[in-house]
C-alpha cells in the first residue's frame, strides 16, 4: 500500500466505498464525485501510478466490461465512456461513466458537472450494478478418454523370427 494513497486506504477497507465489484486483482467501486448516476471507478488492488503500468493490462479492461455490461443493463444507460486521465489520484484507476439521454454533459463529459446523490441512492445504485454482474462458473476442464492400447504380447518364435529379418537388412 502507497503511503497516504486514498484508492490503497479503500483497498484495505480502511476508507468507507460503495463496492460493486472484487476479485484478486482488481476492484470497482462508485465515485464520491459522480458525473452521472453509476459512475464506477475500477482499480488495482496493486499499487500503480497509471492505468498503462498495470501488469494485467487485458484483464483489467475485461473487469471494465463487466462493469459496463451491468451498468447498461441496472441503469438502463444509453451508452458509457472511460476516463483514464489519473491526475487527481496518483492510483491507476479508470472511470467508467454511464451516459442517459439529457445527461446534462452535452458531448464530453467534464468534471465540473458533479452529481449529488444521498448516502441511500449510492447503496442501492451500487446493489443494482452489482447484482446485475454475472457470477462467473469456475472453468472445469473436460477429460479425454484415451483408450489405452493393450501390448502385444511376443512370442518367443516371433522374436526369433524378427531378429532374423533385422540380421538381414
Known sequence: MEQKCIFCAIVGDQVQSFKVYEDGNFLAFLDIRPLNKGHTLVIPKKHYRWTYDVDAFGEYWEVAKKIVLAQ??????????????????????????????????????????????????????????????????????????????????????????????????
Not at 446534462?104 to 458537472?113: A, C, D
Not at 451500487?126 to 469456475?138: C, D, G, H, T, Y
Not at 477429460?143 to 502385444?152: G, L
Open 72 to 169: 447498461l443493463k441496472a441503469l438502463e444507460a444509453k451508452s458509457v465512456q472511460f476516463i483514464t486521465a489519473g491526475f487527481a489520484v496518483p492510483h491507476a484507476h479508470i472511470h467508467v461513466v454511464p451516459r442517459f439521454e439529457d445527461d446534462g454533459h452535452g458531448e464530453y463529459l467534464t468534471h465540473g458537472n458533479v452529481k449529488e446523490f444521498s448516502e441511500q441512492e449510492m447503496k442501492e445504485t451500487a446493489e443494482k450494478i452489482k447484482s446485475s454482474i454475472p457470477v462467473e462458473k469456475p472453468k472445469v476442464e473436460e477429460k479425454i478418454e484415451v483408450p489405452v492400447r493393450e501390448e502385444k504380447k511376443w512370442t518367443e518364435e516371433e522374436l526369433e523370427t524378427m531378429r532374423k529379418e533385422l540380421e538381414q537388412t
